[in-house]
């Protein structure tokens, strides 16, 4: 007989950052299901994300949370604490608790608190230069509308001379 959580659903839960990494985001739905069935846990849902573990916005994240809060989740299966999010699971995992909400951790590796303080910078550190590196792309993006507005304008305005000569 299966794990199940009452009444309660249980989810897997699983993200990439973007839709380019649907490899990895594969791999972590295959990994947990062979998880699960190995565990004899009964899977309810399996969700899949996409966005930035900083980002609050995403829609599959926030209706799971509304489903948590709403009663319907109990178990909630992940890889790291950092697919489900980037800072802060202890008080999400705490939160989420108030509503009989369990996580189970797959790859849970126990970390010092110094090794996670050097992740947590380095998540950091890789959010802003991806966020850098989107501003140079939107930058550049602008700077070439504007090229192509003058290039434009500029035939209009030869266009309309050459008319008057003729």
């Given at each position: 007989?299966?794990?199940?959580?009452?009444?309660?659903?249980?989810?897997?839960?699983?993200?990439?950052?973007?839709?380019?990494?649907?490899?990895?985001?594969?791999?972590?739905?295959?990994?947990?299901?062979?998880?699960?069935?190995?565990?004899?846990?009964?899977?309810?849902?399996i969700i899949e994300d996409y966005g930035s573990g900083l980002n609050y916005n995403r829609k599959q994240w926030n209706k799971l949370i509304?489903?948590?809060?709403?009663?319907?989740?109990?178990?909630?299966?992940?890889?790291?604490?950092?697919?489900?999010?980037?800072?802060?699971?202890?008080?999400?995992?705490?939160?989420?608790?108030?509503?009989?909400?369990?996580?189970?951790?797959?790859?849970?590796?126990?970390?010092?608190?110094?090794?996670?303080?050097?992740?947590?910078?380095?998540?950091?550190?890789?959010?802003f230069s991806c966020r850098i590196y989107g501003l140079r792309k939107y930058k550049k993006k602008i700077k070439e509308d504007i090229e192509?507005?003058?290039?434009?304008?500029?035939?209009?305005?030869?266009?309309?001379?050459?008319?008057?000569?003729?």
């Amino acid at each position: 007989m299966g794990i199940t959580s009452s009444n309660k659903k249980t989810v897997i839960y699983t993200r990439v950052s973007t839709s380019n990494q649907k490899d990895d985001l594969k791999n972590q739905v295959d990994f947990l299901r062979q998880y699960a069935n190995a565990k004899g846990i009964i899977v309810d849902t399996i969700i899949e994300d996409y966005g930035s573990g900083l980002n609050y916005n995403r829609k599959q994240w926030n209706k799971l949370i509304d489903e948590c809060m709403t009663n319907e989740i109990g178990i909630i299966i992940i890889t790291h604490k950092d697919r489900f999010i980037r800072f802060g699971f202890d008080w999400f995992e705490r939160f989420l608790n108030k509503f009989g909400v369990k996580f189970i951790i797959v790859n849970n590796e126990s970390l010092s608190p110094q090794e996670e303080l050097v992740q947590d910078i380095i998540s950091i550190l890789h959010a802003f230069s991806c966020r850098i590196y989107g501003l140079r792309k939107y930058k550049k993006k602008i700077k070439e509308d504007i090229e192509v507005e003058k290039s434009i304008q500029n035939r209009g305005k030869t266009n309309t001379k050459a008319d008057r000569e003729n």
